[in-house]
C-alpha cells in the first residue's frame, strides 16, 4: 500500500507504509514464534491476513484548523491540524463521511479546538462504521457551549448521510491528551451501533471498545469458538470481556450444559461495555451468559472455584503478575489468551508454566504497522 501523506512526511503513524504486505505478515509471524518459542513451542496455524488498506471500522481523528476551514486528521508538532481525510487505512465509509461532517463543523459553528491557547470547543472526531454500513458519529467538545447548535443543525448532517444511526456530544473539559470524557449526550434516539460479526450481533454503546478491523475481529472471534468447540467446556470466563465478542461468540459452542454451550461470565471494568454486552446477550436470548462490571483480577481472587475454561484478552500490558500466579495455582484446565502485544504474552506465559501452548495463531489485525493481535490456546500440564 502506498500513502501520499507517509511519502510527504505529513503522517508517519503507520510505521510500515510502502513495505510489501506479505513480509509484514510473515515478519509479524516470526516475531511472534521468536517469543513464544521457549514455552514449549505450540502448533502455528498460517496466519490471518487483513486487507492491506480501509480496513479501520474506528477513526480516530483531531479536528484542527479554524471553524471555515476545519481539519480532519492529526497535530503536527506546532499543534497545527494536519488534513488526513483521505487516509488510505480508514474504511470507505469513513472517508465518504468526512467531507460532509467538515461542512458540518462550519455549519454548526463548533470551534475546533486550540491546544496553544486552550480556547475553542471542538477538539476529536470519533467515528465509527458498522459492517452493515451505519455510522456512530461522536463529537468530542470541551464543553457543552456548541451542543444547542449541533442539536438544531443536526437533521442537516443527518440528510447528507442518512447511514448514520448514532451521534453523540463527547464532554472532555481537561486539557490532557486523552481522546474523551466521561460525560456522553447522546442526540439521536438511537444509542446503540449493532456491530453484527458471523452470526453474532453486538450491540455498541458510545464509550464500548470494539476490535478496530472488523474482518480480522470476525476470523479471531469464530477460530475461538472452533478451538472451544474441540474442549467442551462446561463453564468459562472471559476476563477483559470488553462488548462481549468472545463470551457471545463461544456460548453456543457445543460442548457443556442442557443449553448446548457452556456457562459463561463475562468481566470488564467499563459500565458502558458490560451494558453493551447485556444487551447483546438479552437480544440473543442467552440464558447461560451473564456479564458484570469489575476487576478481572479481582473476581479470579475472590471466587469460590475456577471454571474449565478461562478466556483472557487483556490490554498491552497483559495480565499481570497477580493473575499470572492465580492463574498458574487454579483447577482451570484451559486458558485462551488472545494478546495485542507479544511481549507481554511471553512474560504472562512464563509467569504460568503449569499451562503448556498447544495451538497459536497470528492475526494481522494492524495492517502497516508493528502491530498484531496473536491467539494462543494453554493446557495445563497435569
Known sequence: MDCAYFDAGRCTSCSLMGQPYARQVADKQRHAEDLLAPFDEPEWLPPIASAESGYRNKAKMVVGGTVDAPTIGILDADDHGIDLQACGICSPGHRAAFPALARFITLARATPYDVRSRTGELKHLIVTESPDGELMIRFVLRSTEPVGRIRKHLPTLLAELPQTRVVTANVLPEHKAVLEGEHEIVLTDADTLPMRLNDVTMHLRPQSFFQTNTEIAAALYAEARDWIRDLAPDSAWDLYSGVGGFALHIAGAAGGGSAGGPAVTGIET?????????????????????????????????????????????????????????????????????????????????????????????????????????????????
Not at 495455582?329 to 502485544?341: E, I, Q, R, T
Not at 504472562?348 to 508454566?353: G, Q, V, Y
Not at 494492524?366 to 502491530?371: D, I, L, N, S
Open 270 to 382: 467499563s459500565v458502558e461495555a458490560v451494558a453493551s454486552a447485556e444487551l447483546s446477550r438479552s437480544d440473543a436470548a442467552l440464558s447461560r451468559v451473564r456479564f458484570a462490571a469489575g476487576d478481572a483480577t479481582a473476581f479470579a481472587i475472590e471466587a469460590d472455584a475456577a471454571p474449565d475454561l478461562v478466556i483472557v484478552n487483556p490490554p498491552r500490558r497483559g495480565i499481570g503478575g497477580e493473575l499470572s500466579a492465580w492463574l498458574e495455582a487454579s483447577d482451570a484446565s484451559h486458558v485462551l489468551y488472545s494478546s495485542c502485544n507479544v511481549a507481554s504474552l511471553a512474560k504472562d506465559l512464563a509467569a504460568m508454566p503449569s499451562l503448556r501452548p498447544m495451538r497459536a495463531r497470528v492475526f494481522d489485525m494492524f495492517p502497516q504497522t508493528t502491530h498484531f493481535e496473536v491467539m494462543v490456546l494453554l493446557e495445563r500440564v497435569r
